[in-house]
């Protein structure tokens, strides 16, 4: 059995105390930011995860799964480090774009600075300290969006570009599942705002301009 306790003073919040499949005593310590609700379902949550590791059982309870996958990385960190669940590891997204690059040594130097502008631009939107894991699509295209207010079409487009081949490479190394990127459009690799009608005189005259050099 868990118990449920309200901690007040200093650090306010709700803690579990519960042993784990080992024996020992633990307290899982939920801050200020959650709600008694919440407390209580993973207090729930945590007594059936006890009684299936102590019975080596592979957790068979859909709704217990779906709590699980809903839940905070936070939570399931905490879950993780009392042996409850099985935590993948993360990467942070520092260490995917160090990484990634790594394996981009033999490219041209001008592909080279343009991957580091992208990663530049990336990393001022998100935090380098971030987890690989929380790197959603709904921020993507948030980041998308801000792009767009700041670059030309086709600029936008291969930061999108680029930034995908750095999310699918993370796949193939399994460090996530698939690229958070699938299906968000990156748009025309044309800025065709720029685009315009020249006369037949403007065709000849550059025609002339070329032969003369």
């Not at 590791?53 to 480090?81: C, F, H, M, Q, Y």
């Not at 935590?87 to 690059?101: G, I, R």
């Not at 592909?111 to 998100?126: G, N």
Request: aromatic share 10%; charged share 30%.
């Amino acid at each position: 059995m868990a118990t449920l306790c309200r901690r007040t003073g200093r650090s306010p919040g709700y803690e579990i105390r519960f042993y784990d499949p080992h024996g020992r005593r633990l307290t899982l310590y939920l801050g200020c930011k959650y709600s008694e609700k919440t407390a209580q379902e993973l207090k729930e949550v945590i007594e059936k995860l006890v009684y299936f590791r102590n019975n080596s059982i592979t957790i068979p309870d859909k709704k217990v799964l779906v709590w699980l996958e809903a839940a905070s990385p936070e939570i399931r960190k905490k879950l993780g480090k009392a042996g409850l669940i099985e935590v993948p590891e993360t990467h942070t997204l520092k260490e995917l774009w160090d990484t990634f690059l790594k394996t981009k040594n033999n490219m041209k130097d001008s592909t080279l600075k343009s991957y580091e502008l992208v990663r530049s631009r990336f990393f001022k939107f998100f935090g380098e300290n971030e987890t690989l894991t929380d790197l959603t699509q709904e921020r993507l295209i948030q980041w998308k969006d801000s792009l767009t207010e700041q670059l030309a079409t086709a600029s936008v487009a291969t930061h999108l570009k680029q930034t995908k081949a750095c999310l699918t490479w993370a796949a193939k190394q399994s460090w996530i599942e698939k690229s958070p990127l699938d299906g968000v459009g990156r748009g025309d690799f044309r800025n065709k705002k720029n685009d315009r009608i020249i006369s037949m005189q403007e065709y000849y005259f550059d025609c002339i301009i070329k032969f003369c050099l």
